[in-house]
């Protein structure tokens, strides 16, 4: 049992060479090992994923496939008998079909075999190794690559434990730790401090100053947690502004219209390359008369800054700035790394009980359960049944015994035979799983 | 009697530990057991206050020691209430700790056994009194929420404190609870100053005789008038209307208390030992 630290997983490191070269297998990229123009380039969309699983399921090394593409990871899953072949595979394939050079997305890749793949897999599904840590996102999109996975009968036995699995290890996460309570982005930040000044923010109005892509990572998480869905967009070059508020359905404006604006808005995020304030105190002071002291939440994400810090001291006005923000999320930050020590060690269960029924799943092990379980069941009848009879003898009793032994043999035999070797193509675990199920054995 | 009076005392001295513990180590478990113990020694107020008013035949509210223990008793059974309906448990923290200091200071204070008076005897006297103290304990909640208001405020704008930010609720719950208070507080004390004026029309023969207490009462009245009416007009909300919270509730407090021991008035009887 290696220790999840142990791990091959080191970006780049050849697959693993041991005795024990199938099981599975995982190559992937994510926001650490790649940057975003990379990660770009990689991203397949449902079409792609659907070929490639077929593609690589042709390998006859590659029994049972799932990709995983997200905006901040590509993940690719097998169950192959070869750990070797499958990562030429893989990366060959990845780089033909987006045209990256293979050197550079071996840098950027890494591998995980056998138990670091579990726990990589646990880590990822419980949004231990996102970008910011405890998002919920990430559990949805991993389930809907799953699904299609299933629905291309990609996946066998082996995939449809490991991901049943990091399902339950992600909600078991989500509620016994604090990792997703606590927000870690600015985006997050910004919606928990607007809470606290709105107590609901479903049915405020965001105003968005600029179109950077900052403002809008901000402003979608926003906007998801308000049901009016009621949106401007101010910015320099007004066609920006029209598309950005046409993605969300919002109505853009022209800078010069922000300061009649904040008598109707509730909560502005800024985010400009202007050298200068965009909202200064004495624009917002005459504002909160008309909005009857109703109260204005500014969030100012630009360097330098959009929003005059003095507004701040206004009733009833909040200016939160990048730093401020930042305040915030450090806290939390360290609130989740105690989380995520416990979030961990669940993984880590989880991982060992994942691997136990793994290793079980090899021919001598079921073997092994199959004879025990016949033995059990033929010596309790035989000792019943030699108790009825006349006194034994000892050697009346041992040829019984030695019957006994050549039955549980015969029987075993042709299972074993069969076990051992399926046939060509075919999945060998399936059967395994299905013998043990048969029969009981996991009881 | 005095055992009685002793145990819910506890009952409340538990609620308040009971209210900090939940304040300090936000697990619910705290708010329930404050909550529960707070509501028994409600209960077992209720019986108490109850038990006096047939034992002695009139209101219980004729020396120091009843005063404070029946302005503590109509705090809670406001609080109570408004938790109930509002959910909002954090006030729990101020609440039961302030019926715990009337009750102290009425355990403190000597029980003066006072000559039955007729003036106590009559209905209007008690509706004028109970309607007068729900309307005080009204208002007492109104400044807590008003006090929860302006540190949630300074958490959020001095961006320092994450202490009270993470405890207390939204300013905007707060505002719109005070405010609640505030207007059901109005209500009654306009209805039992006017029971007050009639009682006084019954008794004295004259409805308002220029009497400090009087006139502070419509001080006080005045005062959440204001605050009421700029609410509406000008939109004073959030920190103007927790601050005029807290003004109009020490105006309450003085009207109740500095009337009786500082200046003179027809109520000095039962509010002076």
Same mark, same amino acid.
């Given at each position: ?75 690719? /899953? !097998? ?6 072949? @499958?990562?030429?595979? %893989?990366?060959?394939? =990845?780089?033909? *079909?987006? #045209? ?105 109005? /965001? !105003? ?6 900052? @403002?809008?990572?901000? %402003?979608?998480?926003? =906007?998801?947690? *308000?049901? #009016? ?122 991982? =060992?009980?994942? *691997? ?88 | ?273």
């Amino acid at each position: 049992m290696t220790n999840l630290q142990n791990g091959n997983g080191e970006p780049g490191t050849p697959p693993g060479v041991g005795p024990n070269m199938s099981g599975i297998f995982l190559v992937g990229v994510n926001h650490k090992t790649a940057p975003v123009e990379l990660r770009e380039k990689l991203a397949f969309t449902d079409v792609q994923t659907q070929t490639a699983m077929e593609l690589l399921r042709q390998s006859s090394h590659i029994s049972e496939a799932m990709i995983i593409s997200t905006c901040n990871r590509v993940e690719v /899953v !097998l169950v192959t008998s070869d750990y070797g072949l @499958a990562g030429n595979t %893989v990366l060959s394939f =990845i780089s033909k *079909t987006k #045209s990256i050079s293979p050197q550079r997305l071996k840098a950027a890749a890494y591998i995980y075999t056998g138990d670091a793949a579990v726990g990589h897999m646990f880590r990822v599904a419980s949004s231990l190794d996102s970008m910011m840590i405890g998002e919920p996102q990430i559990l949805g999109q991993i389930k809907t690559a799953y699904k299609t996975a299933v629905n291309h009968k990609s996946t066998g036995v082996i995939l449809n434990r490991l991901m049943h699995k990091a399902f339950s290890v992600a909600k078991r996460i989500r509620s016994e730790t604090g990792i997703g309570g606590h927000a870690v982005s600015i985006s997050y930040a910004a919606v928990e401090l607007a809470k606290k000044i709105f107590g609901s923010i479903d049915d405020k109005i /965001v !105003l968005l100053v600029g179109a950077g892509e900052m @403002a809008e990572l901000a %402003v979608e998480h926003l =906007i998801v947690n *308000t049901t #009016s869905k009621n949106f401007f967009v101010a910015n320099r070059t007004f066609s920006v502004g029209v598309e950005l508020a046409g993605r969300f359905n919002g109505s853009a404006i022209r800078l010069e219209e922000i300061p009649d604006k904040l008598a109707h808005v509730d909560i502005i995020i800024s985010s400009t390359g202007s050298p200068d304030f965009v909202i200064t105190k004495n624009q917002v002071k005459p504002i909160m008369r008309k909005r009857k002291n109703r109260p204005l939440f500014f969030i100012d994400i630009a360097v330098p800054r959009d929003i005059d810090p003095d507004i701040n001291r206004i009733s009833n006005a909040y200016v939160y700035d990048i730093d401020d923000l930042q305040g915030v999320i450090h806290e939390n930050i360290e609130t989740r790394n105690r989380e995520s020590i416990k979030a961990e060690r669940i993984v880590d269960e989880a991982v =060992i009980k994942f *691997t136990d029924w793994y290793e079980n799943l090899e021919v001598v092990p079921t073997i092994i359960a199959l004879r025990k379980k016949l033995r059990v069941i033929i010596e309790a009848e035989l000792s019943k049944t030699m108790q009825t009879l006349q006194p034994l003898t000892p050697e009346d009793q041992h040829s019984f015994k030695k019957m006994a032994d050549a039955m549980i043999n015969k029987i075993l035999h042709d299972p074993t035979v069969f076990l051992k070797n399926p046939g060509p193509h075919r999945n060998k675990s399936v059967y395994l799983n299905f013998t043990r199920k048969l029969f009981n054995i996991d009881e | 009697m005095a055992t009685a009076f002793f145990i819910i005392v506890l009952f409340y001295l538990l609620s308040s530990a009971g209210y900090l513990i939940f304040l300090f180590a936000q697990k619910k478990i705290f708010h329930r057991l404050a909550y529960t113990v707070m509501m028994a020694g409600f209960l077992a107020h209720t019986g108490f206050i109850g038990y006096n008013f047939f034992s002695l035949d009139h209101i219980p509210v004729q020396n120091l020691h009843q005063t404070l223990s029946f302005a503590a008793w109509s705090f809670a059974g406001v609080y109570l209430f408004l938790k109930y309906k509002y959910r909002l448990n954090i006030l729990g923290a101020y609440a039961a700790p302030l019926v715990t200091a009337f009750m102290i200071a009425a355990f403190l204070v000597p029980t003066v056994a006072v000559v039955p008076s007729t003036l106590f005897k009559s209905l209007w006297l008690i509706i004028h009194v109970v309607i007068i103290f729900i309307a005080e304990a009204s208002l007492a909640m109104a400044c807590g929420t008003g006090i929860l208001y302006l540190i949630q405020e300074h958490a959020i704008k001095s961006k320092s404190n994450r202490f009270f930010l993470k405890r207390l609720p939204s300013l905007e719950l707060l505002d719109q609870t005070g405010y609640a208070f505030i207007v059901t507080g109005f209500t009654l004390l306009t209805i039992g100053l006017i029971t007050g004026f009639v009682y006084a029309q019954l008794v004295w023969g004259r409805f308002w005789s220029w009497d400090n207490k009087e006139i502070w009462s419509v001080i006080t009245w005045l005062i959440y008038a204001a605050l009421l009416h700029e609410r509406m007009v000008a939109g004073w909300r959030g920190r103007r209307a927790a601050i005029m919270a807290i003004i109009g509730f020490v105006a309450v407090l003085f009207t109740f208390f500095g009337v009786n021991f500082l200046l003179e008035g027809h109520h000095d009887k039962f509010t002076k030992w």
